[in-house]
């Protein structure tokens, strides 16, 4: 079993940054591909970024790139979302997850493990 839990959220302006944290334990962090959701109210849970075990392929979604950037280290048994520029509309519940593979996914039911959320806030 893994367990995650996501850290670094709360009220940010807009324009701001934030850099969110998922802490991983119970297997060898290294062994698990990463990946980072969000939901804000009324809508689906979206993909955003996803990253390979070793951290050398990562992937966005469209929407993100330039913004957001994922990063892991391996060391610390950690995945980071760095968030530049926020903007209102990125309010919502975010989300790391974690898979059994070495091949990042897009694709929210290939994910095995899910961590309980954290709340960013954009005030404009």
């Known amino acids: 079993q893994v367990q995650l839990v996501e850290s670094g959220g709360g009220l940010v302006q807009a324009g701001g940054s934030l850099r969110l944290s998922c802490a991983s334990s119970g297997r060898t962090f290294s062994t698990l591909s990463m990946g980072w959701f969000r939901q804000a109210p009324g809508k689906e849970r979206e993909f955003l970024a996803a990253i390979s075990e070793s951290g050398r392929v990562t992937r966005y979604t469209d929407s993100v790139k330039g913004r957001f950037t994922i990063s892991r280290d391996n060391a610390k048994n950690t995945a980071y979302l760095q968030i530049n520029s926020l903007e209102p509309d990125d309010t919502a519940v975010y989300y790391c997850?974690?898979?059994?593979?070495?091949?990042?996914?897009?694709?929210?039911?290939?994910?095995?493990?899910w961590g309980q959320g954290t709340q960013v806030t954009v005030s404009s």
């Open positions: 997850a974690a898979r059994d593979s070495t091949i990042t996914t897009a694709i929210e039911n290939r994910y095995d493990y």
